[in-house]
């Protein structure tokens, strides 16, 4: 289940800490990787779209000189703030992706982790173009866990999730016009190079705990969106998990990756 952040107040908000602390955190492989791929140069700048709490940008901030993690949500700024520390090179700058006002030419690289189906994807995409350095990338994390999987316990997690989960309105025509099915699709199509898809996997073993933290997390079951209906939530999931002979820790084999576009 993938969600990312939204304007101020909107399914995100109240979400910053769950998010930081139960979201299952990129894998070093992933990093090293893009970092490579991406012929990062020592000292360069990136730019981080829709950064939540730092999640991409707290990781590689000892490898840049500098980083603007822009997202619109102020709870998220502030909880990334609270961990990268006093001494980060890290700019925490509020705004959308669409309407954030950087200069030309200027970053090594740009990332948008679990945030870019949610933009304007060809206005950010052209963009990104024109803020990128020539030959620099732009490149999207992502992770997909329980959500799709098979196992017995993720059936029972889906199960409940379903009977509680806030179906949001779906976006308007024009909105959905602004975005692509895949990011394989979408960035060719804006006008990026050699465009590829990097996966790794990475063990987790969830506790019921992190689960509904990981979900509280989330637009569609964050305790702003469950309202009165957190408790009964919570005793069902809690519920349902406790019927599993699991001793209570529920490995997982997560799906990690980024695709990765190259300005002109």
Wanted: net charge neutral; charged share 25%; glycine share 10%.
């Amino acid at each position: 289940m993938n969600s990312d952040q939204v304007a101020p107040g909107g399914a995100f908000a109240g979400t910053a800490e769950y998010y930081s602390r139960f979201r299952p955190p990129y894998p070093r492989s992933l990093f090293s990787d893009l970092l490579l791929r991406a012929e990062v140069p020592d000292g360069g700048l990136l730019l981080d779209l829709g950064c939540g709490p730092g999640r991409v940008a707290i990781p590689l901030m000892r490898r840049f000189r500098g980083i603007w993690a822009v997202d619109p949500e102020p709870e998220m700024l502030d909880e990334g703030k609270r961990l990268a520390g006093p001494a980060s090179n890290i700019s925490w700058i509020q705004s959308t992706a669409e309407d954030l006002i950087a200069p030309q030419g200027a970053f090594d690289l740009i990332t948008a982790g679990e945030s870019f189906h949610r933009f304007d994807q060809r206005l950010v995409g052209r963009k990104s173009i024109g803020w990128l350095r020539p030959g620099c990338r732009l490149a999207l994390p992502y992770q997909v866990n329980f959500w799709p999987g098979e196992l017995e316990w993720q059936k029972a997690a889906r199960g409940v999730v379903k009977l509680y989960r806030n179906n949001p309105s779906p976006p308007e025509p024009s909105v959905r016009d602004k975005r692509f099915a895949t990011f394989q699709e979408a960035l060719p199509a804006i006008g990026f190079l050699d465009v590829c898809t990097h996966e790794f996997q990475s063990i987790h073993e969830w506790t019921v705990d992190s689960m509904i933290g990981y979900l509280y997390s989330t637009s569609i079951l964050s305790p702003r969106a469950l309202g009165d209906h957190r408790a009964a939530f919570e005793a069902d999931f809690r519920k349902a998990m406790g019927r599993l002979d699991s001793n209570g820790r529920f490995p997982e084999s997560i799906r990690f990756g980024y695709v990765l576009g190259t300005r002109p």
